[in-house]
């Protein structure tokens, strides 16, 4: 099976990937995780990636493309896949289709994890991080025992600058601006699968294998 997931920041896609990952057996591709790999191993798509990365700039879409077809020939994925957080745009989707056209596959369901505007937002700004050793906590759904001290270091805890309301907001308003299209290519194709993200873990689980005919 060949699944695509999509949502925007916080929707939960990443735990519900995971969660896939295990069912089905087959690997999740976080393109961020590839990108890193290939810099690590120092391929020449690795390199050319690292180059890019290392400028602050964006690595193009050829670079990511190119780095997606690799693992994608990986022998983990014979059995199928799931890609997270590519393709991001209508572009990256297109190169996606040639790619698995040539080697005689195809994307089976694209799931959207869909949730609130104001619902991310609780869930992304309540986030702390322990300035000590890093532990996360949320203030709603994983408070720590004393407030603002980290129950693993007792070091003090902080709300991160990608945590902040603005910044929350811009990050949210690229990825509606990016994704509208995309959403709208994948569901004129008979592809996508619109899932509600609310709720317990277990449950949009539940919708997800629903949604794609599977049983839990």
Do not use: W
Not at 74 to 87: T, V
Not at 99 to 128: A, F, N, P, W
């Amino acid at each position: 099976m060949n699944l695509i997931m999509l949502g925007p920041p916080g929707s939960g896609k990443g735990t519900q990937a995971k969660r896939l990952t295990e069912r089905f057996g087959i690997p999740q591709i976080s393109t961020g995780d590839i990108l890193r790999e290939a810099v690590k191993e120092g391929t020449p798509l690795g390199k050319e990636a690292k180059r890019y990365m290392d400028e602050g700039k964006l690595v193009p879409d050829e670079v990511v493309v190119g780095i997606v077809r690799e693992r994608l020939k990986e022998p983990d994925c014979e059995k199928g896949f799931i890609l997270d957080g590519f393709p991001r745009t209508v572009a990256q989707a297109e190169a996606l289709d040639r790619i698995l056209e040539e080697m005689g596959r195809k994307i089976d369901h694209v799931i959207d994890i869909e949730v609130s505007e104001d619902e991310l937002l609780k869930r992304l700004t309540g986030r702390r991080t322990c300035k000590r050793c890093g532990a996360m906590y949320h203030i709603i759904f994983n408070p720590p025992k004393r407030d603002g001290i980290c129950d693993q270091c007792g070091g003090e805890l902080y709300q991160r600058d990608d945590d902040k309301e603005e910044t929350i907001k811009a990050r949210l308003k690229v990825y509606r601006e990016q994704t509208a299209p995309l959403i709208d290519y994948y569901e004129k194709r008979g592809l996508l699968r619109r899932i509600e993200g609310s709720g317990k873990i277990e449950e949009i689980e539940e919708r997800i294998l629903k949604a794609i005919g599977e049983k839990s």
